[in-house]
T-cell receptor, first 112, second 112 residues
């Protein structure tokens, strides 16, 4: 099993550009999450999903959109990137009733 | 805002010594989890302690939870160079979806 995978691993954007980060999990987990991690800080929840076709806002949702059209995939979109969105983005998944979260390797995004 | 605060922010010890990290949080929780992050990588789940538990062991890890003080500690015994990493506590609140709120982390360095 690959677990949780994220693409791309690295990306550089110019201010105002858009992009989509893809997260995929092969563990049949109901729950999926997108976090961002900034230097010297823990992870902050951007958006999450409790099942296919559902999404909800986390702690820092502004400037991001998400979609969960298939159970195994969770997409994070930036419509108009800003330098404040420079960060490392982590996707995670979790099984209902199993509280542990499984994390992907991260995407390092730089917005110039 | 971050749920928890961890201290120390950084800890450097000699191989073979024990390492203790502390975490404080603010609201009622279902459980508290500890994760490890090696430099530039995703987080890996270490141990979970439920709100009705006071102590839990897993190999060289010992976690305590004091819900009256809203605090937890992680003890790593007989440290090894491979334990060098950042350690994060994360609390799952009672609002559902198994969402986690992370502390800022403790950077642990084991010197050979």
């Amino acid at each position: 099993n690959a677990g949780v995978t994220q693409t791309p691993k690295f990306r550089v954007l110019k201010t105002g550009q858009s992009m989509t980060l893809l997260c995929a999990q092969d563990m049949n987990h109901e729950y999926m999450y997108w976090y961002r991690q900034d230097p010297g800080m823990g992870l902050r929840l951007i958006h999450y999903s409790v099942g296919e076709g559902t999404t909800a806002k986390g702690e820092v949702p502004d400037g991001y959109n998400v979609s969960r059209l298939k159970k195994q995939n969770f997409l994070l979109g930036l419509e108009s990137a800003a330098p404040s969105q420079t960060s490392v983005y982590f996707c995670a998944s979790g099984g209902q009733g199993n509280n542990e979260q499984f994390f992907g390797p991260g995407t390092r995004l730089t917005v110039l | 805002s971050q749920q928890g605060e961890e201290d120390p922010q950084a800890l450097s010890i000699q191989e073979g010594e024990n390492a203790t990290m502390n975490c404080s949080y603010k609201t009622s929780i279902n459980n508290l989890q500890w994760y490890r992050q090696n430099s530039g990588r995703g987080l890996v789940h270490l141990i979970l302690i439920r709100s009705n538990e006071r102590e839990k062991h897993s190999g060289r890890l010992r976690v305590t939870l004091d819900t009256s003080k809203k605090s937890s500690s992680l003890l790593i015994t007989a440290s090894r160079a491979a334990d060098t990493a950042s350690y994060f506590c994360a609390t799952e609140d009672k609002q559902g979806a198994q969402k986690l709120v992370f502390g800022q982390g403790t950077r642990l360095t084991i010197n050979p």
